[in-house]
């Protein structure tokens, strides 16, 4: 009697593991096809895709323009401080750009930056045309677990005509994130 007892522990010992590895399977496979399992797969794929710099701009560019020397816009112009951020220990390359409308009525080449101490022609920078705008390239750099600013003064240079005073510039800054190096 002992040994059937045995055996009838050691069967129902058995069907129960059995019962729950199926519930297990059954279970995993159902989670593998639902759309959130394939969502958190394919986060993680892509993380090496992640961008971990970003950037903000403090005391926007003054659009009351009018032409001056050189000189006098790095000494009376308040900048406008832009902040490239990376807080994480991945290094990432990134383009800082200046992008300008082409809806824009003022003409881009009577325009002067200043990018912290050096003063550049907007002629003189990096172009990229895309559709609706030019990109000028103010910066490529890369960043690791700090913050880069960059002081930038715009203006019209002293060959504009007082008429280009009264024209739009639309225009904004955006930062291009390179490939992130783990």
């Known amino acids: ?20 590895v199926l519930g297990f399977v059954f279970l995993a496979s159902h989670l593998w096809s639902s759309k959130n399992a394939q ?12 961008n971990y710099t970003d950037f903000m701009v403090e ?11 050189d000189e006098d816009a790095m000494k009376k112009l308040k900048p ?17 750009i200046l992008r300008i409308n082409k809806k824009s009525t003022m003409d881009y080449h009577f325009l002067h930056i ?12 990096e172009q990229i045309e895309e559709t609706e705008e030019l990109l000028f390239v103010l910066a490529k750099d890369s960043i690791v677990g700090n913050t880069k600013n960059y002081e930038i003064r715009l203006w ?3 060959l504009a005509g007082n008429e280009m005073q009264g024209k739009d510039l639309i ?8 490939i992130t190096q783990v």
Do not use: W
């Open 1 to 20: 009697m002992k040994i059937v007892k045995d055996i009838n522990k050691l069967i129902i010992k058995n069907v129960i593991e059995i019962v729950l």
């Open 156 to 158: 019209l240079n002293t």
């Open 59 to 69: 005391n926007p560019i003054d659009y009351s323009m009018f032409p001056m020397r």
């Open 80 to 96: 406008c401080i832009i902040k490239v951020i990376n807080g994480t220990y991945t290094s990432e390359n990134y383009i800082l």
């Open 114 to 125: 200043g990018i912290n101490d050096e003063v550049y022609s907007l002629n003189d920078l």
């Open 39 to 50: 969502d958190f797969l394919a986060s993680i794929a892509s993380f090496r895709n992640l």
């Open 171 to 178: 225009m904004r800054f955006d930062l291009i994130n390179g």
